[in-house]
C-alpha cells in the first residue's frame, strides 16, 4: 500500500502513514525482488514458504520526512537492515516499533529528532550511533531494546526522556551528555546490566523511577546542582554500595 506519499515543497517527499505496509501481501512463491515508487522509497522483498517479507530498506536522499505512524513503519519483524538518504531531518515516533529483526541502521548527520516508540522492542538491536545533531530523542524511544548494550547520546540533549531506556536488561554502558540537564523517569528503570554511569555536573532534577531495578549498579555520584531526587529513584538497585549526594539537594522522595 503506497498511500498519501507527497512532495513537500521543501526539495523532497513526506512518506505518508502506511506508505509501505507489506504485512498483508500473502504470496506462495515470489521471486527476489525490489520495487521502486516514484525514485524515492525502495524496498527489497524476500519470501518465505507462504509470506512475502521486507528484508532491507532504503530511503534515497529525496525522502526528507515522515508522518502519522503507529506501532511501526514496516510492521513485519524481518527487517534487519535499514539505510536512510542524507536529508531525513526526523526519526518519527513509532517508525521501527517492534521490528525484532532490526540489528543495523544507519542514521543520517541531517537528523536533529528521535520520536516516542521509535526503537522501542528492537529485540535483536544491539548499538545505535546517534548523529551529532540530534537534540531530541522522545520517551521510550529505545525501551525494551534487550540486545542493546551501548549507547552515547550527543551534546545538545538537554532533557534525558521518560522511559527512554526502560528495560535495555543488556545496556551497559551509557554516555550522557554535558548538556543534559534533566533525568527524566523510568529511564533507565530495569536496567539489569548497567554497572556504572556518570551523571553530568549540569543535571538538576532526577525523576522518579530513573534508577529502579538497576540490580547491577554499583556506584553512582549525584553532581552538586541536583535539588531534587524523586520516589523510588533508587529502589530495588540491590548492588548499590556507594551513592555521593551534596548538602544542597533540597528534595529526596520516598524509597
Do not use: W
Not at 61 to 83: A, H, K, R
Not at 182 to 195: A, H, K, P, R, T
Amino acid at each position: 500500500q503506497f498511500t498519501e506519499t507527497s512532495d513537500t515543497g521543501l526539495d523532497g517527499f513526506e512518506v505518508g502513514q502506511h506508505a509501505a505496509q507489506p504485512t498483508f501481501v500473502n504470496v506462495e512463491h515470489v521471486a527476489t525482488d525490489s520495487f521502486v515508487f516514484h525514485s524515492f522509497l525502495s524496498l527489497f522483498f524476500g519470501t518465505n514458504e507462504q509470506n512475502v517479507f521486507a528484508l532491507s530498506c532504503y530511503f534515497t536522499d529525496e525522502v526528507v520526512s515522515f508522518v502519522n505512524f503507529f506501532n511501526g513503519f514496516l510492521q513485519v519483524d524481518d527487517v534487519d537492515t535499514v539505510t536512510f538518504g542524507e536529508n531525513v531531518l526526523q526519526i518519527p515516533g513509532n517508525i521501527f516499533y517492534g521490528c525484532k529483526s532490526l540489528t543495523d541502521i544507519i542514521i543520517p548527520e541531517s537528523v536533529t529528532s528521535i520520536g516516542n516508540n521509535a526503537f522501542r522492542r528492537c529485540a535483536n538491536l544491539i548499538n545505535i550511533n546517534i548523529p551529532q545533531n540530534v537534540t531530541i530523542i522522545g520517551t521510550f524511544a529505545f525501551s525494551e531494546c534487550v540486545s542493546l548494550n551501548s549507547v552515547v547520546l550527543p551534546e545538545g540533549v538537554t532533557t534525558i526522556s521518560s522511559y527512554m531506556f526502560s528495560g535495555c536488561t543488556s545496556l551497559k554502558s551509557v554516555s550522557i551528555p554535558k548538556s543534559a540537564t534533566v533525568i527524566s523517569n523510568n529511564v533507565f528503570q530495569g536496567c539489569s546490566g548497567l554497572n556504572s554511569i556518570n551523571i553530568p555536573e549540569n543535571v538538576n532534577s532526577i525523576f522518579q523511577y530513573a534508577f529502579e531495578g538497576c540490580t547491577s549498579l554499583m556506584d553512582i555520584s549525584i553532581p552538586e546542582k541536583v535539588d531534587y531526587i524523586g520516589d523510588y529513584v533508587f529502589s530495588g538497585c540491590t548492588s548499590l554500595e556507594k551513592l555521593n549526594i551534596y548538602e544542597g539537594i533540597t528534595s529526596i522522595g520516598a524509597y
